[in-house]
């Protein structure tokens, strides 16, 4: 059984550090029969990664896309953007059990992944197990719904 709705497409957004990775996943994610919503950047020339995540957020939080990969050299800038947005919550991942562990326990949809301290197939695995990988509700629902201001 899918985790995310496969129907729904998902979102992928990077900056100029992340833009070579975005290059290797996206066709990864057709090959796996999933369809991408790509954000940009669309070369690899210095951006604002603001002008990245907010495309990707706002298809998530609408509900156009299961859900969002971004990309930039810490993961860092493109997480914390990504977590201005209300119904966003976007983890900062650098291990595959990272990955799991922020959606069993907080639901994210959002995996932000640091380009220049994971190697690409890595990256690839945690998005493997984001994607496998269910919420457990329960308690950990309790805590998300005390996450919003």
Same mark, same amino acid.
């Given at each position: 059984?899918?985790?995310?709705?496969?129907?729904?497409?998902?979102?992928?957004?990077?900056?100029?550090?992340?833009?070579?990775?975005?290059?290797?996943?996206?066709?990864?994610?057709?090959?796996?029969?999933?369809?991408?919503?790509?954000?940009?950047?669309?070369?690899?020339?210095?951006?604002?990664?603001?002008?990245?995540?907010?495309?990707?957020?706002?298809?998530?939080?609408?509900?156009?896309?299961?859900?969002? #990969?971004?990309?930039?050299?810490?993961? *860092?800038?493109? =997480?914390?953007? @990504?977590?201005?947005? !209300?119904?966003?919550? %976007?983890?900062?991942?650098?291990?595959?059990?990272?990955?799991?562990? #922020?959606?069993?326990?907080?639901?994210? *949809?959002?995996? =932000?992944?640091? @380009?220049?301290?994971? !190697?690409?197939?890595? %990256?690839?695995?945690?998005?493997?197990?984001?994607?496998?990988?269910?919420?457990?509700?329960?308690?950990?629902? *309790?805590?998300?719904?005390?996450?919003?201001?």
């Amino acid at each position: 059984m899918a985790v995310f709705d496969i129907a729904l497409p998902v979102a992928i957004g990077c900056d100029h550090a992340g833009f070579e990775y975005k290059t290797k996943i996206v066709p990864w994610l057709n090959q796996k029969g999933l369809q991408v919503n790509d954000c940009g950047t669309y070369a690899a020339d210095s951006v604002d990664y603001p002008d990245y995540v907010h495309p990707v957020a706002l298809s998530v939080e609408k509900q156009e896309s299961s859900f969002g #990969i971004l990309i930039c050299g810490t993961g *860092n800038g493109v =997480c914390m953007t @990504a977590n201005k947005h !209300a119904g966003i919550r %976007a983890g900062l991942c650098w291990a595959t059990d990272i990955a799991k562990l #922020i959606r069993q326990h907080n639901n994210a *949809n959002i995996i =932000c992944i640091p @380009a220049r301290f994971v !190697a690409l197939p890595y %990256a690839q695995d945690m998005i493997e197990a984001f994607m496998a990988t269910a919420f457990e509700g329960g308690r950990h629902q *309790n805590r998300i719904n005390k996450m919003n201001c």
